[in-house]
């Protein structure tokens, strides 16, 4: 299936490395990567930290159905050594963070797994890569462009 994207992201470690292994894993274990956008420097979202983070939204193409795609990329994350805490509501630096932005036009909400990504819409981290790689994607729940999205954030990171 076509038109799944991803977001990775780091701000431990050696941030643009762990941004280059998560996408060649994500090739090994979870499908082809089609299409890369290039990598984004933001501050962190939902809390302070002295380290920014890198982000790169990624197009795959996988047979896996969202919850096993799901189980595969937190399975990539551990190998890059993510530890999950629960500190700043949910928010913490971390090695590595991937998340499904979207699984075509699948709308899902489970207790572990919600499609589109639910808070996409108010990340300029998130839809500014994504806009390089798939502007004219609509999101399936809010019927706007990529680039619409990220045109109503005013550009804020």
Do not use: C
Not at 38 to 65: C, H, K, R, Y
């Amino acid at each position: 299936m076509r038109e799944i994207f991803l977001l990775t992201g780091s701000n431990r470690g050696d941030r643009q490395e762990m941004i280059l292994r998560a996408s060649a894993l994500i090739a090994e274990k979870a499908g082809s990567v089609l299409n890369t956008s290039s990598i984004l420097e933001t501050p962190p979202w939902g809390f302070t930290d002295p380290v920014t983070f890198l982000n790169q939204a990624l197009e795959i193409e996988t047979n896996l159905p969202p919850a096993q795609l799901l189980s595969t990329l937190l399975d990539i994350e551990t190998l890059l050594g993510r530890t999950r805490i629960t500190q700043h509501s949910g928010y913490a630096p971390r090695t590595m963070d991937i998340d499904i932005l979207f699984y075509g036009q699948k709308v899902m909400q489970t207790t572990t797994l919600t499609i589109p990504h639910s808070r996409l819409h108010e990340r300029y981290f998130a839809l500014k890569p994504l806009a390089e790689i798939a502007p004219g994607f609509i999101h399936p729940v809010l019927g706007k462009t990529i680039s619409q999205l990220l045109q109503q954030l005013d550009n804020q990171p």
